[in-house]
Nanobody, 126 residues
Framework: QVQLVESGGGMVQAGGSLRLSCAAS????????MGWFRQTPGKERDFVTS????????LYADSVKGRFTISKDNANKTVYLQMLNLKPEDTGVYYC???????????????????WGQGTQVTVSS
């Protein structure tokens, strides 16, 4: 069983920055993938970014390219999401996710992630 614990959400003005963290515990494979998704009320959960643990391959949604950076700490099995130049449309609940069969290429498909965190709220005011 895998557990994911997120932290770092909050409220910030447009143009500001936040960093989210997600620590994984439990039994994982050597080639898992971790990612971030976000959701706003009444909408589906959208892909933000993901990273493969084996080789650090990354993938970003077009809407966050150049502003968000995903990184990982292998020793602590933690993934980070650095968010810069935040916009009101970035507001939502951000979910960390982990998929045990990550391979060498990051993915945007939610069905590839079998474990999810509890979510952390990010609010960007204009």
């Amino acid at each position: 069983q895998v557990q994911l614990v997120e932290s770092g959400g909050g409220m910030v003005q447009a143009g500001g920055s936040l960093r989210l963290s997600c620590a994984a515990s439990g039994r994982t494979t050597s080639s898992f993938v971790m990612g971030w998704f976000r959701q706003t009320p009444g909408k589906e959960r959208d892909f933000v970014t993901s990273i493969t643990w084996s080789n650090g391959n990354t993938l970003y949604a077009d809407s966050v390219k150049g502003r968000f950076t995903i990184s990982k700490d292998n020793a602590n099995k933690t993934v980070y999401l650095q968010m810069l130049n935040l916009k009101p449309e970035d507001t939502g609940v951000y979910y960390c996710a982990l998929g045990l069969a990550g391979g060498y290429f990051a993915t945007r498909h939610a069905e590839r992630f079998g474990y999810w965190g509890q979510g952390t709220q990010v609010t960007v005011s204009s």
